[in-house]
């Protein structure tokens, strides 16, 4: 096996260990962090609960006492983003990771919060570390999509979902209907445990009364927001990144969708379609021209695609 395919390997079970932290650590980044000497795993962490150790630190606690610092110091840690390099609420896992002693240093992705952004890279470099930075990039970044947007764009990522039948309505001549199975159903309220705020418009919660929980799931119900207004999105948006809301699920009707898609204001959409038809209702907000599918699953007959901009 090449270096490469080693790295990769690892970097991999490191993504693996991160998605533990889905719920907890928010709103810190999922990380996650192996320690590796002579192909043999000796230590791994993740970041389990925001305020509590990071993955650097829970890994190396996991090593067995009799492991030496001489086999430290031929180690190599793989962390699937930057080590921080700033005290906060724990201190910088750049500096463990230099007491450590290990020789060399892999890194997913860099960290986009302001405090660090290569600060850490640097500093272990400057120790005399060996550092090897983007193995498997895309794949950590994607892990941590709605942090990096929240530090990059100053906003929530903004997912968009919705449910229609097979020739695109979404009720059936504008009184609700059940389009969603019970399975489908579930899975949306893992994605409500997953995001920190969700909204509808006026008309919808009027009409439909949703109670945007996650009572078929375990998590903590998101923020419930109901738009009266398009046109105070941006602020909205605004007033959320200060709040330290780092994602956004928009449920709402046609209209609200539409404020969003016309805005640009969007990073994942997320159609269900049943395959049942109706007479007419409520059409179904048009997918935007600059949209690539990147996921398509089938549940008891319905259909949900994930979209991202092209």
């Known amino acids: 096996m090449t270096q490469e395919e080693t790295d990769k390997k690892y970097m991999q079970r490191c993504i693996q260990l991160a998605k533990n932290g889905r719920q907890n650590a928010k709103p810190n980044p999922m990380v996650?962090?192996?320690l590796i000497f002579d192909d043999r795993i000796i230590g791994e962490g993740y970041h389990v609960r925001c305020g509590e150790g990071h993955a650097e630190v829970n890994c190396f606690a996991s090593v067995k006492p009799d492991i030496s610092g001489e086999t430290l110091s031929k180690s190599t840690l793989y962390v699937s983003?930057?080590?921080?390099?700033?005290?906060?609420?724990?201190?910088?896992?750049?500096?463990?990771?230099?007491?450590?002693?290990?020789?060399r240093v892999v890194v997913g992705c860099i960290d986009p919060f302001a405090k660090v952004q290569g600060r850490g890279i640097k500093k272990l470099q400057e120790a005399g570390i060996d550092v090897t930075?983007?193995?498997l990039e895309q794949e950590c970044r994607e892990l941590n999509k709605r942090f990096i947007t929240f530090n990059t764009e100053h906003r929530p990522y903004?997912?968009?979902?919705?449910?229609q039948t097979s020739n695109g309505f979404l009720d059936d001549n504008f009184h609700q209907m059940a389009i969603s199975t019970p399975f489908t159903k579930m899975l949306s309220h893992k994605?409500?445990?997953?995001?920190?705020a969700i909204l509808i418009g006026r008309v919808t919660d009027d009409r439909d009364h949703s109670q945007l929980n996650v009572?078929?799931?375990?998590?903590?119900?998101?923020?419930r927001i109901v738009l009266s207004r398009p046109m105070t999105i941006p602020q909205l948006l605004s007033d959320l990144y200060a709040q330290d809301i780092q994602s956004l699920i928009v449920e709402g009707g046609t209209k609200t969708h539409n404020s969003f898609l016309d805005?640009?204001?969007?990073?994942?959409?997320?159609?269900?379609?049943?395959?049942?038809?109706?007479?007419?209702?409520?059409?179904?907000p048009h997918l935007p021209a600059n949209v690539t599918i990147i996921s398509q699953e089938q549940y008891d007959g319905n259909v949900i695609r994930v979209y991202e901009k092209a």
């Open 158 to 163: 903004i997912i968009l979902k919705w449910c």
């Open 81 to 103: 983003l930057e080590p921080c390099s700033h005290y906060g609420r724990t201190p910088p896992c750049a500096d463990l990771i230099i007491r450590k002693g290990v020789k």
């Open 191 to 196: 994605l409500r445990a997953e995001n920190d």
């Open 133 to 135: 930075v983007g193995v």
């Open 32 to 34: 996650g962090a192996v």
């Open 263 to 284: 805005a640009g204001l969007w990073d994942e959409i997320r159609v269900e379609t049943a395959p049942i038809t109706v007479t007419g209702g409520t059409p179904a």
């Open 215 to 223: 009572r078929d799931w375990a998590g903590s119900n998101p923020k």
